[in-house]
């Protein structure tokens, strides 16, 4: 059975069913999601194998030497309740037309019981929406949904959410939304220590249980994968969570509606959301594998069938990384391959990184400006950073996703923005470096200077022209 069959036992089927890694029903054998890749506009769907785990080697081939984004999580229940691109609404996406990102295809990996599936890769930016889902809960009518979630990939900025929202894309009200929130956002609410926690986006407020502000009886959570789950019905809603890879469910909050007004009762509106907040705020990350909402008030029972399910589909980590190995402590120099270009290395001045021409007979000072030490990447330990080899303590990162050389500062967005994941170059050669937080971005050299780019997105270093030979770089052993 799947997580929607043991829904329906309990008499509170689901009427929405997303996921990009497997199926949700045991006999679901539609497609999961649609990709779109960069080098023609192509899409192609990509559906279950018969062990019901997405069939993870048909999008490698779709999108072998470009770029894929996820522009369609479909809908598994029947009804039609699909995740698209979202739209623009209280705030804008940064798309040039107002909608948010859509997501990389291949920001997610990981294995489900040893077979390679991937996630949805929530950036800044990023979101999913339906604004006209049928069946789903309206006004004070019960509802659940869980979501298997990365604990390890969250910000404290509006919201990463998925479930239940307004649907004109904007905040129309306390108690106008029902959602899952998973983040260490602290505008609103907490629970204990110092997050992240599992809260409930109910409008104009992120709810750890009845009380506006903290509640401690709400944990922080951040096992590697987190099962997530909100419910609410007439008077009553519940937070509950635990470990997607072993163990039960635990109930961190179930009673009383919050005693602000508007939230008793609810004015649910019935649209779907992902990634972001009620009214499109797309300033959160997070990394989304599966998720439902029912129709009707889950049972703790039926959740806690359903969370042994999850653990059964044995989510596990897999590598971030491919093409040529890199060693850490390692010290390399990175050669541009295209052929304006190709002896040209990158380097940096003061802390502007952009590429020089340097060879061997160059002098000291430029070539270790183009040297850099290999380290473990600051934010994720499967991914890469690189120090620069004469100044140490100063690292790559990007910002504004303008690459720059700055001393790492220990908080946790430089380590983000100073991790990246090399895969097989796009054009054949050398090594593309991914933006871990970014994964539609790479390294590009444009007009000779540094960024992290997509793949015809609104910058003019993200132009399509030339791409994948302006982010495929020859790593080599280092001049200094
Ligand atoms: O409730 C928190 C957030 O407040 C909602 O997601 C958003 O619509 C509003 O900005
Ligand atoms: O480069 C993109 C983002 O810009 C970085 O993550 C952040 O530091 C800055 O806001």
């Known amino acids: 059975a799947g997580p929607c069959d043991i829904y329906s036992s309990g008499g509170t089927p689901c009427v929405a069913a997303h996921s990009t890694t497997r199926a949700l029903y045991s006999a679901y054998t539609g497609p999961l999601y649609q990709v779109k890749r960069g080098s023609d506009g192509a899409t192609t769907t990509i559906s279950p194998l018969s062990s019901g785990v997405a069939n993870a080697a048909a999008q490698d081939s779709f999108c072998a030497g470009t770029t894929c984004l996820i522009t369609i999580i479909y809908d598994q229940s029947g009804r039609g309740n699909h995740l698209t691109q979202a739209p623009p609404g209280g705030f804008n996406g940064p798309e040039s037309n107002g909608y948010d990102n859509l997501a990389s295809a291949i920001g997610a990996p990981v294995t489900l019981n040893g077979q390679k599936a991937y996630g949805v890769f929530i950036s800044p930016g990023t979101g999913y929406r339906n604004n006209a889902a049928s069946g789903t809960a309206k006004g004070d009518a019960a509802e659940g949904m869980y979501a298997v979630l990365d604990g390890t990939h969250y910000n404290g900025a509006c919201c990463f959410d998925y479930g239940n929202a307004e649907t004109s894309s904007r905040d129309t009200g306390n108690g106008h939304m029902e959602a899952i929130y998973y983040g260490d956002s602290t505008v609103w609410g907490t629970g204990s220590g110092n997050g992240p926690w599992i809260m409930a986006d109910l409008e104009n407020g992120l709810f750890s249980g009845s009380?506006?502000?903290?509640?401690?009886?709400?944990?922080?959570?951040?096992?590697?994968?987190v099962t997530a789950a909100?419910?609410?019905?007439?008077?009553?809603?519940?937070?509950?969570?635990?470990?997607?890879?072993?163990?039960?469910?635990?109930?961190?909050?179930?009673?009383?509606?919050?005693?602000?007004?508007?939230?008793?009762?609810m004015s649910k509106e019935g649209a779907i959301i992902l990634g972001i907040g009620g009214d499109n705020s797309n300033g959160a990350q997070g990394t989304f594998y599966e998720g439902v909402m029912t129709s009707g008030y889950p049972s703790d029972a039926t959740e806690n069938s359903v969370q042994a399910n999850i653990v059964a589909a044995k989510y596990a980590v897999t590598s971030l990384?491919?093409?040529?190995?890199?060693?850490?402590?390692?010290?390399?120099?990175?050669?541009?391959?295209?052929?304006?270009?190709?002896?040209?290395?990158?380097?940096?001045s003061g802390s502007t990184v952009n590429t020089q021409v340097v060879s061997s007979s160059s002098a000291?000072?430029?070539?270790?400006?183009?040297?850099?030490?290999?380290?473990?990447?600051?934010?994720?330990?499967?991914?890469?950073?690189?120090?620069?080899?004469?100044?140490p303590g100063s690292y790559i990162r990007h910002n504004n996703f303008v690459l720059l050389l700055n001393a790492n500062d220990g908080s946790k967005q430089f380590a983000e923005d100073a991790t990246f994941c090399p895969q097989a170059g796009?054009?054949?050669?050398?090594?593309?470096?991914?933006?871990?937080?970014?994964?539609?971005?790479?390294?590009?050299?444009?007009?000779?200077?540094?960024?992290?780019?997509?793949?015809?997105?609104?910058?003019?270093?993200?132009?399509?022209?030339?791409?994948?030979?302006d982010v495929s770089f020859v790593i080599s052993a280092s001049f200094a």
């Open 364 to 391: 000291t000072a430029p070539k270790q400006q183009a040297s850099w030490t290999v380290r473990a990447g600051l934010g994720n330990s499967g991914c890469f950073s690189f120090e620069s080899k004469d100044t």
């Open 426 to 469: 796009l054009n054949g050669q050398g090594s593309s470096l991914r933006a871990w937080g970014y994964p539609t971005r790479y390294f590009r050299h444009y007009d000779n200077v540094l960024y992290v780019a997509s793949n015809g997105g609104v910058h003019t270093f993200d132009a399509t022209g030339s791409f994948n030979d």
């Open 321 to 348: 990384t491919s093409g040529p190995a890199l060693t850490t402590g390692s010290s390399v120099s990175l050669r541009a391959t295209t052929a304006c270009c190709t002896t040209r290395y990158i380097t940096h």
């Open 211 to 225: 009380a506006v502000h903290n509640n401690a009886g709400d944990p922080s959570i951040s096992y590697r994968f």
């Open 230 to 265: 909100v419910k609410g019905q007439p008077n009553q809603w519940a937070i509950r969570g635990g470990n997607s890879a072993s163990g039960s469910l635990s109930t961190f909050y179930n009673g009383a509606r919050p005693s602000a007004s508007g939230y008793n009762p």
